[in-house]
C-alpha cells in the first residue's frame, strides 16, 4: 500500500474513532448531569460539568480531524495537520477551566454550612458504567492516536482517561458520605480538579511543543546516528526536524565525498530515506548533498574531477614533482570538427582550473586531440586478410615469452582502416606495467608490418581462470 492509500485510510479511522467518542461524551454527560441535579454531590456535579466540557472538546476534535485530513495546497504547502495541536491547545485550556472551576466549589463547599447529601444506589451504577466507558474510550483513542500520530486524539484520550479517574475518586467520596463522612464529597471533588490540572499540564506541553516546531525526543539523534553509520556520508552538515500532526518533516543536508559519483549520491540519498521511514513511516523527507574535499584526495583524483565537473573528457593524466614543484599534464578530447581556437580556449580553461585546484602553483599543459567517434561503422575484414592479420599477429605473440594462449582474434575493417581485437593470458602475479609493454611492443610492431592497421585492442587475462566471454 503506497502512503497516500495508508494516510487516506489513516484519516478515516480518526474521523471514526473521533465521532464515535463524540457520542459517547454526549451519554456520559447526560447521564453525570442528571445524577449530579437528583443527589447534590459536588463530585458528581463536578464529573458532569467535566464530562461537558468534554463533550465540547470532542466536537472540536472531531472537526479538527476532518479539517487536518486536508491534502497541501499553495497556501497550507505542510499540509493542514498543526489544526490538531490547536484543537489540543484549546482542549488543554478547557481543562484548566474545569480544574479551576471544580476546585473553587470544592472549597467553598469545605468552608459553607450544607444540607447533608444522601446517595442513592443508583449512583454507584451511575459512576461504574461510567468509568467503564471511559475506560473503553480511552484505550481505543490512545490506539487510534498511536497508530495515526494524531494529537487531538491523543487530547481526547487523555480526557476519557482524566474522566475514568475522576469518577473513581467521585465514588470513593460517595462511599465516604455513605459512611458519615460528608467532606468526603468535596475531598474526591478536589483529587478529581488536582488530576485534571496535571493532565492539562501534561498535554499543554506537548502541544506547545509541535507548535512551536520542537523536534520530537530522540529524531535528531537517531538521524545523526543513520547518517554516521551510512556508506558514503561524512556528516550532517544541518538538521531541520518539525512534527506537524501525523506527519514528521525532515529536511536534511549531508557531507559527502565530492569525488562521490552522482548514482552513488542519489543511492546515498535512497538508503537514508528507507532508514528514517522504517522508524518514521509517515516522514516526508528532503535531504541535499554538500560534496567536501579530503584531506587524502590525490592530484589525479582531483584533475578528473575538475575535467569531470566541466564536462570534458581526458585521459592519460600524468603527475610529476620537478625540483618542488608540481607539473601535470593529460590529453583532453574534443569533437574533431571544433576549431583550434575554440578547443585552445576550452584547454585554458581547464588548466586554469586545475592549476587552482591544486594549490595555484603548479604546472599544468594539455594535449588537445579529436575525440573518437561515438559509434563507427564498419564489417568483418575478409577471410584473407583475417589470416594475414591472424598470422603475423601470432608470430609476435611467440616473441613475448610471458605471454601464452592467444584466442578470441577478431579483425575488423573500418571506414579509415583496420581495428584488431585479441585475449592473451599472463601469469596472476604478473606487473601490470609489464603486462602493458608486452602487449605494447606486439601493437608497435603489427601497425609497422601492416599498415592498414590503426587500433590494436588487447584484453589480458590471468592464467587459471576462465576465458573472459565476448
Known amino acids: 500500500m503506497d502512503n497516500h492509500s495508508h494516510q487516506h485510510l489513516g484519516n478515516v479511522e480518526k474521523q471514526r474513532v473521533a465521532l464515535i467518542s463524540m457520542l459517547a461524551s454526549a451519554c456520559i454527560a447526560l447521564i453525570k448531569m442528571a445524577a449530579a441535579v437528583v443527589t447534590g454531590s459536588l463530585g458528581i456535579l463536578s464529573e458532569a460539568i467535566h464530562a461537558l466540557i468534554d463533550l465540547g472538546a470532542t466536537i472540536v476534535t472531531v472537526l479538527a480531524v ?121 475531598l474526591a471533588a478536589l483529587i478529581v480538579s488536582g488530576y485534571i490540572a496535571y493532565i492539562a499540564w501534561e498535554l499543554g506541553s506537548g502541544t506547545l511543543n509541535t507548535l512551536l516546531d520542537a523536534a520530537p525526543d530522540g529524531v535528531s539523534s537517531f538521524i545523526n546516528d543513520i547518517v554516521e553509520k551510512q556508506d558514503g556520508a561524512l556528516s550532517l552538515n544541518q538538521l531541520r526536524v518539525r512534527p506537524a500532526g501525523s506527519r514528521l518533516f525532515v529536511n536534511m543536508d549531508v557531507n559527502v565525498p565530492r569525488l562521490l559519483g552522482s548514482e552513488a549520491v542519489e543511492t546515498l540519498k535512497r538508503k537514508l530515506v528507507q532508514s528514517i521511514h522504517a522508524k518514521h513511516p509517515n516522514a516526508d523527507i528532503a535531504i541535499s548533498t554538500n560534496p567536501v574535499a579530503l584531506d587524502n584526495e590525490t592530484a589525479f583524483e582531483k584533475i578528473g574531477l575538475i575535467a569531470n565537473q566541466r564536462g570534458l573528457s581526458i585521459h592519460h593524466i600524468t603527475v610529476q614533482q620537478i625540483q618542488g614543484r608540481m607539473a601535470a599534464s593529460f590529453d583532453l578530447e574534443v569533437e574533431g570538427s571544433t576549431n583550434l581556437a575554440e578547443a585552445h580556449r576550452v584547454a585554458t580553461e581547464l588548466e586554469d582550473a586545475i592549476r587552482n585546484g591544486l594549490g595555484g602553483d603548479v604546472e599544468v599543459e594539455s594535449h588537445i586531440e579529436p575525440q573518437p567517434a561515438r559509434l563507427m561503422l564498419g564489417e568483418l575484414a575478409t577471410p584473407a586478410l583475417t589470416k594475414k592479420v591472424e598470422a603475423a599477429l601470432k608470430a609476435l605473440a611467440r616473441t613475448e615469452k610471458t605471454l601464452s594462449d592467444l584466442h578470441n582474434i577478431r579483425v575488423r575493417e573500418m571506414g579509415n582502416g583496420l581495428y584488431v581485437h585479441y585475449h592473451c593470458r599472463f601469469a596472476p602475479e604478473a606487473r601490470i606495467d609489464a603486462v602493458h609493454s608486452s602487449v605494447d611492443r606486439i601493437e608497435n610492431a603489427l601497425t609497422d608490418k601492416i599498415k592498414t592497421i590503426i587500433r590494436v585492442v588487447a584484453h589480458a587475462e590471468p592464467l587459471g581462470e576462465a576465458r573472459h566471454k565476448l
Open 66 to 186: 476532518r479539517w487536518s485530513s486536508r491534502p497541501a495546497d499553495d497556501n497550507h504547502q505542510f499540509g493542514h495537520e498543526k489544526i490538531e495541536s490547536v484543537a489540543a491547545l484549546l482542549e488543554t485550556v478547557l481543562l484548566f477551566g474545569t480544574a479551576l472551576f471544580i476546585a473553587y466549589k470544592a472549597v467553598m463547599r469545605l468552608i459553607t454550612p450544607h444540607e447533608p447529601l444522601t446517595i442513592e444506589w443508583w449512583a454507584y451504577g451511575i459512576m461504574l458504567v461510567s468509568i467503564a466507558i471511559d475506560l473503553n474510550r480511552s484505550r481505543a483513542l490512545r490506539k487510534a492516536a498511536k497508530q495515526t500520530q494524531s494529537d487531538a486524539l491523543k487530547a481526547d484520550a487523555l480526557h476519557f482517561e482524566s474522566d475514568m479517574w475522576g469518577s473513581a475518586a467521585v465514588l470513593l467520596g460517595l462511599l465516604g458520605v455513605s459512611l458519615g463522612y460528608q467532606w468526603a464529597d468535596s
